[in-house]
């Protein structure tokens, strides 16, 4: 690196350390469960995505094993030289059989899906209207189709309808996309809407139901089925099995047109190698849990529902409220607004055993950082009420400190955790 690029990074790097935005990791040692090990110290943690607690489930884990055992680990290829497995094409297959719809068309990640699904569909001529708060993969994917790119703001149903108007009828395809549950709120979008809305003005609509998918509707199915949705009202759904399912992946779910198109023209898809057979094993295992043990979801929606009567009944603003909060998801929002307020209640839980993590701009909107906590099937009563003690004795001491002293606290606690 020459001298002068390594001291723009370092400049880059001071002033985000500064504005309380530096980003730094922790260690977990061992199994990402609900209790885990982190930076040698056991903890509870209550910012993973791991909603029905499969992420450390032994089935999941030993059909992972068995499949290790048989098939070793890599794949070696991408799917369509010679990367394609047997656990592979079941997973495929059993999706869309729980899915109701013709085909699925697994991926490595989200992120690869979302980018392979936009840049491989949309070119130059066509129209994308995306919600504001989409996650970034879509904004990149979108981005990257070169399609013309129409930021709607958040589930603004009259703005969606304005937009589709304006696209009008000279261009080439219209296409909608939007998050099922915006991931850094727990909101939901209004889909019924959003495709009655499509449907009158002749768009595609694509969802990506990372965090619905396992968690929202009948037997898990997500957030269309939960709607009351089906492939003609959402013809591209996008979901993970990196969250709920405690796997890793994600998949694609439509026509036999959509996804041999993009079996065609995806290009992260298709340029890239195949996800090692024992994970596709794993998420297998998971979706056996997901449709055999509704008591999870039970349990989720019973622990959601006891953090938010119990911030409630302490005066703590946690979650949306209003027509926002409507369905209950288990991304739950505190806003505190300022960085360095997240980050000082972020430590002060920390050192009492409970891993929430900080979210910060530009994840989030300037002057919304926050603490997104998210619950699991697998957190106990008792944890749930610790967390809600905790978090209000760490807001009244923040509220009785200069605000100079958390900022300060702010800084010394990313700089310990980065060991600068
Ligand atoms: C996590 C997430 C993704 C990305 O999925 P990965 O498998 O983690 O790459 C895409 N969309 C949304 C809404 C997500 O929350």
């Not at 979302?114 to 989409?134: F, I």
């Not at 089906?230 to 994600?250: F, R």
């Not at 003690?389 to 807001?395: K, N, S, T, V």
């Amino acid at each position: 690196m020459s001298a002068a690029f390594e001291a723009r990074l370092s400049a880059e790097l001071a002033r985000l350390r500064q504005a309380n935005l530096y980003r730094t990791r922790r260690v977990v040692e061992g199994a990402h469960g609900i209790l885990l090990k982190v930076d040698g110290r056991c903890c509870i943690n209550f910012c993973s995505n791991d909603y029905l607690g499969l992420a450390a489930d032994p089935r999941v884990a030993e059909a992972a094993r068995q499949a290790l055992a048989q098939g070793g680990t890599g794949s070696g290829a991408s799917a369509l030289i010679s990367g394609y497995n047997l656990e592979h094409a079941r997973l495929e297959e059993e999706l869309a059989d729980f899915l109701g719809r013709p085909r699925a068309l697994l991926f490595s990640t989200g992120w690869a899906a979302n980018l392979g699904v936009l840049r491989g569909l949309l070119g130059k001529r066509d129209v994308l209207l995306a919600d504001e708060l989409n996650h970034a993969s879509l904004i990149d994917g979108g981005r990257l189709s070169g399609a013309e790119y129409r930021r709607v703001a958040h589930a603004d149903l009259p703005a969606f309808a304005a937009a589709l108007e304006q696209a009008g009828s000279a261009h080439g395809t219209k296409f909608v996309v939007s998050d099922a549950v915006f991931s850094m709120d727990g909101d939901c979008a209004d889909l019924p809407a959003l495709a009655a809305l499509s449907r009158a003005h002749e768009a595609t609509l694509m969802i990506d139901d990372a965090h619905g998918f396992g968690v929202l509707g009948p037997d898990g199915r997500g957030s269309v089925a939960a709607a009351d949705l089906d492939v003609d009202d959402v013809p591209i759904y996008v979901a993970t099995l990196g969250k709920s399912l405690g796997a890793a992946g994600a998949f694609v779910a439509g026509s036999e047109a959509l996804i041999e198109t993009l079996i065609q023209r995806a290009r992260s898809w298709v340029f890239s190698t195949a996800p090692p057979p024992a994970i596709a094993a794993a998420a297998r295992a998971a979706l056996r849990i997901v449709r055999s043990e509704p008591e999870r979801r039970q349990q989720l929606f019973a622990n959601i529902a006891q953090l938010r009567a119990g911030a409630a009944m302490r005066g703590i603003a946690i979650g949306l409220d209003g027509a926002a909060a409507a369905t209950p998801t288990p991304i739950l929002p505190l806003i505190l607004g300022d960085e360095a307020r997240a980050i000082a209640l972020s430590r002060y839980l920390f050192e009492r055993g409970l891993w929430v993590a900080a979210i910060r701009p530009p994840t989030v909107p300037a002057g919304t950082a926050r603490l997104r906590i998210t619950l699991s099937a697998t957190h106990t009563r008792a944890q749930i009420e610790d967390l809600l003690d905790a978090i209000a004795a760490g807001l009244a001491t923040l509220d009785a400190q200069p605000v100079a002293a958390v900022r300060q606290a702010a800084l010394q606690a990313e700089a310990s955790i980065a060991g600068i």
